[in-house]
């Protein structure tokens, strides 16, 4: 019998005690029911789930077949039966955060102040990227992909931001990465069979093989998603991803060449320019390199037109940021330009610290980790630590 519930979260699992209770209580107090769906459990997570979640607790069970697409539109379809008009994902390895947000009926009242909306995003922490997170139930849109599954259905106007919460996911150990990338691949090689016209795949498969450490095999399924007909930034992005495999591999010219196409697929990712640019740098074409990273700089946030206002997904801040004067002061020196040198060091720190300030955090999505500038001993550690990400990228002559 359905009741007046509003919001429901939804929870897939199977053994997962020693990490579902902090996902629980991240989400509990703002939700009228918590809906765990048992994949298969054999461990406590059902009695943990059920004393955290006191009355609110509502179980369904789901035969596990290999399809997370099915699994979470089974989820959509049991919020709906348990009442709710709107359910939200949370995932056992996430956390939720309401920080924003005043109680649960300022929630509601956010999910509501726009009836257009069909799926609201919630935003990683530090703002690099979003996923839809509430839907609207029942739902006119369902989940596609047997792994890494995409809601579809939801156009620009009917998916928003929804600002005042965030979410954090634990990070895996590396024998849980591995068997994850291992059961992908085994899928995402299926699916490039399958369908290989949709580049949805190959930049999955693309991204699997690159941290599987198969870099070659990754360029090209990245070179495929970017030639195929399909969502433009995601194109764009299979490029970037590309190039970053070819700067590891130390092929700087093709990585250039990736960054300029991926730059014709869409013109407002100042990321592209600036990893053209460091690959300049790195073949010793510094007159290139700085041109490339004055592109960068004019599409980018620190002082340009902030071109990545209207992207919705993939994205590296630094390349928004201080990574294009972060080669610029090494490639002015090396043209014996120590003025412009030292005005694009002060820019690189200016744009650093607003890049901080905004993000709250000196971490880039997911191909690199960044330390802030007090724990670098000095500029040329800033330069491999920030700027390339992997010093290897950048080597002094």
């Not at 259905?153 to 895996?172: C, D, H, M, N, Y």
């Not at 010219?253 to 990736?258: G, P, V």
């Amino acid at each position: 019998m359905k009741t007046n519930v509003q919001i429901v979260a939804t929870m897939l699992s199977g053994n997962s005690e020693t990490i579902v209770a902090e996902a629980v209580r991240s989400v509990i107090a703002w939700v009228d029911l918590f809906l765990l769906i048992d994949t298969g459990i054999a461990d406590k997570t059902l009695q943990i789930v059920r004393q955290l979640a006191g009355p609110k607790f509502r179980c369904d069970c789901f035969s596990w077949c290999s399809d997370f697409a099915r699994a979470r539109n089974f989820a959509l379809e049991r919020a709906a039966a348990h009442g709710a008009r709107w359910a939200l994902t949370v995932d056992t390895d996430e956390r939720l955060l309401f920080a924003g947000i005043k109680s649960l009926e300022d929630l509601r009242a956010r999910l509501e102040a726009d009836p257009e909306v069909l799926v609201w995003l919630v935003s990683f922490a530090g703002g690099y990227y979003a996923k839809e997170r509430i839907i609207r139930v029942p739902s006119q849109l369902s989940w596609q992909g047997r792994t890494h599954e995409a809601l579809v259905g939801a156009t620009a106007s009917q998916r928003g931001i929804l600002a005042g919460v965030s979410f954090t996911e634990l990070p895996k150990n590396p024998d849980q990465i591995t068997a994850k990338l291992r059961r992908d691949l085994e899928i995402l090689r299926d699916e490039t069979q399958r369908l290989p016209g949709d580049p949805r795949w190959w930049y999955y498969l693309g991204q699997t093989l690159e941290d599987l450490g198969e870099r070659r095999e990754a360029v090209e399924a990245y070179r495929q998603c970017s030639v195929l007909e399909g969502w433009v930034e995601q194109a764009a992005w299979a490029c970037y991803k590309g190039a970053v495999c070819l700067c590891h591999l130390q092929d700087f010219q093709k990585a250039i060449e990736l960054c300029a196409f991926g730059l014709s697929k869409q013109p407002n990712s100042p990321e592209l320019a600036w990893l053209a640019g460091l690959g300049c740098y790195n073949l010793g074409q510094y007159a290139n390199a700085i041109c490339w990273e004055q592109m960068a700089v004019a599409l980018g946030h620190f002082k340009g037109i902030r071109s990545g206002c209207n992207r919705t997904s993939f994205r590296h801040l630094i390349g928004w940021y201080e990574g294009p004067y972060d080669v610029m002061r090494f490639a002015y020196r090396r043209l014996g330009l120590d003025q412009a040198a030292e005005k694009a060091e002060e820019e690189f720190r200016s744009a650093l610290r607003m890049r901080e300030a905004q993000a709250g955090t000196t971490r880039p999505e997911k191909i690199g980790e960044s330390r802030p500038a007090s724990e670098c001993a000095d500029s040329r550690e800033l330069l491999f630590d920030l700027g390339s990400q992997h010093g290897e990228w950048l080597r002094e002559p």
